[in-house]
Nanobody, 129 residues
Framework: QVQLVESGGGSVQAGGSLRLSCAAS???????????RGWFRQAPGKHREGGAN???????SYADSVKGRFTISQEYAKNTLYLQMNSVKPEDTAMYFC????????????????????WGQGTQVTVSS
């Protein structure tokens, strides 16, 4: 059974940093690291939106709202995807979700929710001013 489990959320002051983790299990090891993977977020009353994406070849892309502040990375040995969040702002407050597609190959539309097969349960990030 495939699972994605996020951790690392919490409360932080504006200008601070957090690192979110997404631990994957149940994937064939090979498939997870050549699939389309991403971090999304959803603030209260708003739609879920993409923040960072890693393509099957390791290329990364970022939404304008987080570009230059957030970094997506992976660690093969731990089957884990990370989101390093620096210089956080109150508008970064949201529930953060990781997502992954069930098969390998390039992302078709990395910001579309329908691109992804599996989702984690989310981890809350709250940024105070």
């Amino acid at each position: 059974q495939v699972q994605l489990v996020e951790s690392g959320g919490g409360s932080v002051q504006a200008g601070g940093s957090l690192r979110l983790s997404c631990a994957a299990s149940g994937f064939t090891y090979f498939v997870y690291f050549i699939s389309c993977r991403g971090w999304f977020r959803q603030a209260p009353g708003k739609h879920r939106e993409g923040g960072a994406n890693m393509d099957s070849d390791g290329r990364t892309s970022y939404a304008d709202s987080v570009k230059g502040r957030f970094t997506i990375s992976q660690e093969y040995a731990k089957n884990t995807l990370y989101l390093q969040m620096n210089s956080v702002k109150p508008e970064d407050t949201a529930m953060y979700f990781c997502a992954a597609r069930s098969y390998g190959g390039s992302c078709y539309n990395p910001w579309a929710l329908s691109e992804y097969t599996y989702w984690g349960q989310g981890t809350q990030v709250t940024v105070s001013s």
